[in-house]
């Protein structure tokens, strides 16, 4: 079995899972207007990290970029008090981002190795004196969950005993532009699913989320244990998804196989608020049976952080599993999908044991997880 042994969170909301946790119970969102001219030369609606508030996490935070530091805070966080050597042989770095220290390139910075995302991985795994080579994963917006499932099947196959799944992405003139480009930015914050959505937010996060392999009789209740996950590419378009959700609709019918709907106690969808996403991720539920199912999504707590976003959803949705809860979609009112999907718009108790985080991106990409509380 895969059993999650740790989890830290740096967002604008907390610098840890239970800072974090703790603010989305009480309805706070990250998200803030954004007047920043060397990012974007109109206003736009962001959650940010500043890096000065991970000073008392990271020793000599100078020597690193914000990236860097924000990725490594959240693995301290995920390892604190629990004994874990993050230097054994036998554990695995996976570093999940599209971008990594993409802001570098603001400063010309082009030739210094950081910019390479094997290198920003290097830095990290040294950092807690891991000899092994680290791995990366940048698969557009699904990264953090496909670094995910390489973990579990690293796991599965006992090449190593535990994964560090760190995920990562920052808010930068580069990202800000893109999004513009495809008129997909909101002036206000998102509304995952709502009629009156008017698209998406980007955010900047890091999240650390730890794996490790263990014996079916060594697991206690209430532990969170990675059942299954799945990736499909539907190949719809560079960045278009599928309007019929082919992707997720065979995604959800994969994980079908280890369980059933009556017994999953809520999905977490990817819901950016942007037209198609939420349109066609609501197809799909609908079609793969999930009608009756709670949907929610986080990105009107923390906005889309990119290759971030798998892991940090997946560790909030592994918290809310555990403490026996479904949390509300921040922003939504009113129902603006075609699809029959039941969406979660308050704080709900629930005593099941099955939980889907499900995502999507660029080119045709789609993926999902699910997890088990024990």
């Not at 990012?39 to 020597?63: A, F, M, T, W």
């Not at 017994?263 to 996403?277: R, S």
């Amino acid at each position: 079995m895969i059993k999650i042994i740790g989890d830290g969170i740096i967002s604008s909301l907390g610098i840890s899972t239970e800072e974090n946790f703790q603010h989305i119970l009480d309805g706070k969102s990250g998200l803030r207007l954004i007047d920043d001219e060397s990012s974007s030369l109109d206003p736009y609606y962001s959650s940010l990290v500043e890096k000065d508030n991970l000073s008392s996490i990271v020793e000599n935070i100078d020597k690193y970029t914000k990236l860097e530091a924000m990725s490594i805070a959240s693995i301290l966080n995920a390892v604190e008090d629990k004994g874990i050597d993050l230097g054994s042989k036998d554990t695995i770095f996976i570093f999940s981002s599209t971008k990594g220290n993409i802001d570098l390139l603001n400063n010309n910075n082009s030739k210094d190795l950081r910019i390479r995302l094997w290198k920003t991985a290097e830095i990290i795994s040294k950092y807690f004196h891991n000899e092994n080579e680290p791995m990366v994963v940048s698969n557009a917006c699904i990264s953090g969950v496909s670094a995910q499932i390489l973990a579990s099947r690293l796991l599965k196959s006992r090449k190593y005993k535990r994964a560090v799944v760190v995920g990562a992405d920052l808010v930068s003139k580069f990202t800000v532009s893109g999004f513009q480009s495809f008129h997909s930015l909101a002036d206000k914050e998102c509304q995952p699913f709502d009629k009156n959505r008017v698209g998406l937010n980007i955010g900047e996060a890091a999240a650390c989320i730890i794996l490790q392999y263990e014996d079916e009789k060594s697991l206690n209740n209430d532990d969170i244990i990675f059942l299954d996950g799945i990736m499909k590419n539907d190949a719809n378009h560079i960045s278009g998804p599928s309007r019929t959700g082919e992707g997720s609709y065979r995604c959800l019918n994969h994980l079908l196989k280890n369980t059933n709907t009556e017994k999953i106690a809520f999905i977490n969808a990817h819901g950016t608020a942007t037209n198609y996403n939420d349109e066609m991720e609501s197809i799909a539920l609908e079609r793969a049976g999930f009608s009756d199912v709670p949907v929610n999504s986080m990105k009107a707590y923390f906005g889309h952080t990119l290759g971030a976003a798998g892991v940090l959803e997946s560790i909030i949705s592994a918290r809310a599993l555990k403490e026996g809860l479904i949390l509300p979609t921040k922003g939504y009112v009113e129902k603006g999908v075609s699809g029959n999907i039941r969406i979660s718009d308050r704080l709900l108790k629930t005593n099941k044991n099955f939980a889907i985080k499900l995502i999507s991106g660029f080119g045709g990409c789609n993926a999902a997880l699910l997890f088990k509380k024990i």
